[in-house]
Structure formats: C-alpha cells, structure tokens
DNA sequence: TCCTAGTACTGTATGACGTACACTATTTAT
DNA sequence: ATAAATAGTGTACGTCATACAGTACTAGGA
C-alpha cells in the first residue's frame, strides 16, 4: 500500500479507536479479549495500540480496572466509569452526526450510496 | 463542552477533514471559497486549519496549485492532481468500509439507527 | 473620509494519539 | 523442548488539527 495512504489511514483511526474501545467496556472486558472481541467486530486493533489506549483512557478516568487473580492466568478488566458513560455517550453522539455528514459529502458525485 | 471531549473530537477530525477537502477540489477551488463551500455542506473549518492542510496536501502532491490574478483580488486555486484522484478514491472507499464497520458497532445497544 | 469587517493568504509551535519497538511472564500446543 | 498463544508494562516517534502571529487589500458602513 501506498506510505501515504497508510499514514492518512492511521490518521483517520485516531479517535474512532477511542469510540470503538469505550463501546465494549459497558461490561467488564479485559485486555486480550478486547482485541478478539473488537476483531470479530471487525475492528482490527493490536496490543501495542490497546494496551496504552487502556493507559490513557484509565488515566482520563474514563475507565476503571481491577485484577482478577482467580484464573493461572492473571487478567486486568477495564469497565466504563460514569463519567466514562456521560463522555462516551456525548462523543457517539458527535462522531454519528459528523460522520453522516462527511458521508454526505463523499457521496456527492457518486451514484451509490452505501450505508443504503 | 468538557475539554476532554473537545480534544477526543479533534482526534476524529484528523483524516476526516483531509478526505472533506479533497473531495471538493475534483474542480478549482481557492482556499477561502472551500471554507464557504465546507461550511455550507456542513463541515466547519478554520482558515487557519485549511491553509496549512492545503500546503501539506500540495507538499505530498496529492494537489497542485496555480495564482489567479485576474481580479483586484489574488487567489491562489487548488485542485486534485492524477495521483490525488487516485489517492482520494482509495481513501474514500476505506473510509466508507471502516466507518460502516464502527457504525455498526456504535448502534449496538441502541434501538435507533441512524443512519437509515 | 475613516474605520472596521470581510476577504485572502503565509508561517510556526504545540499537544495528543496510533504505532512500533523492547521487554517480561506464563500457559498451551506442537 | 520449543514455539505460539495469551497477557501485560513501558517508552519514543511521526503526524496533523489547532492556535497564534502576521501581512495585505477590498468593500461596506458610519
């Protein structure tokens, strides 16, 4: 692929990666499964983008964790907080109003619209 | 708005507004005009956002530019080069493939889709 | 006639995040 | 016994939207 392509891709991620992690933290999740989880959904994201996602979104207080040592395997869950909720209910809000949007405007000139 | 949600927004721009941009300069356009025309489909941007956008698209020659002097006012006119079209109709299609994908990602959970 | 807003552009620095990379550790499968 | 999978921590870099400073001229209003 194109370097610049590449580059204007990962780009376009940045925020969209915030919306699609804090969309599956409404229930307990830990790390490892989230990348399963997101990949089935089709959301391909690697360990190193997720685990310092889960850094900064913990650290914004957007997320709280907890261990659970109970399995061989310890494993550290990430849950939305309430504020976390309040943000991202406010930022799904703003990303499908911008996105229909843009939408609009890169459907200009092409015959198919493809959310249809 | 809280800050924290102003500058999550600001991440879901970038990528976005360079495909907004593009996709109005298949004809010359001069830069303040695009802001006008931006705004009237919805997508609201700085004139100090366009300039240095611009200057990085010409920079990566996914545009060129020419000066029309004609009018009492100068104006310096974008619009997408061969490589930019190319670039441009790869962008757009990933951007509409990965964004159906959070869409449905997004609308899990809620009743509504808002897109229909 | 003067002043402000609008029109039109150039240049530069900063903050934030996806990404790559290095690293650690244990379990599971081959 | 070894490699892959599972699970995590930490750090540095490249990129761009944004803010800010600045220049310049025209048009409109007082």
Redesign the interface.
Known sequence: M?P??HS?????????L???VL??L?SPQYGYSLVQL?KE???VIEQSTLYPLLRRLEK?K?VTSFWDKSDKRPRKYYQLSGYGEE?FH???K???K?????????S??EGEH??D
Chains 1, 2 share one sequence.
């Open positions: 194109d610049l392509i204007l891709l990962t780009e376009i991620r940045r925020g969209n915030t919306l699609a969309s599956q409404r997101l959904l089709g959301v914004q957007l943000v406010q930022l799904r703003e990303w499908m911008n996105t229909k949007k843009l939408y609009g405007v890169l200009e000139g493809e959310f």
